[in-house]
Nanobody, 122 residues
């Protein structure tokens, strides 16, 4: 049983920054990594970033590499997504998810949060 709750979404101007949080509880045996995904209306869900709970191994999608940073705080069971230099194309509902590292990277994690809306205006 895993519960994931995202927060921190909102409306920002192009070029601005935003930090998303995902609080996790009840981790399962397979919950080795936490990933971030995003989805816009009419488009497929897109992988954004991943971090492992142990060792802090990270991987980013090319579209966000250099602008977004994923981090973790194990004491708080929380992962973060720091988003800098935002543009309107980053507008989406952002979801966190957890499972094995490979499941997250390949977009097939079993546990998902409810999502948080990020809107970037021109």
């Amino acid at each position: 049983q895993v519960s994931l709750v995202e927060s921190g979404g909102g409306l920002v101007q192009a070029g601005g920054s935003l930090r998303l949080s995902c609080a996790a509880s009840g981790r399962t045996f397979s919950s080795y990594a936490m990933g971030w995904f995003r989805q816009t209306p009419g488009k497929e869900r897109e992988f954004v970033a991943v971090i492992t709970w142990r060792g802090s191994i990270t991987y980013y999608a090319d579209s966000v590499k250099g602008r977004f940073t994923v981090s973790r705080d194990n004491a708080k069971n929380t992962v973060y997504l720091q988003m800098n230099n935002l543009n309107p194309e980053d507008t989406a509902v952002y979801y966190c998810a957890t499972d094995t590292y490979t499941a997250v990277v390949y977009g097939t994690p079993n546990y998902w949060g409810q999502g948080t809306q990020v809107t970037v205006s021109s």
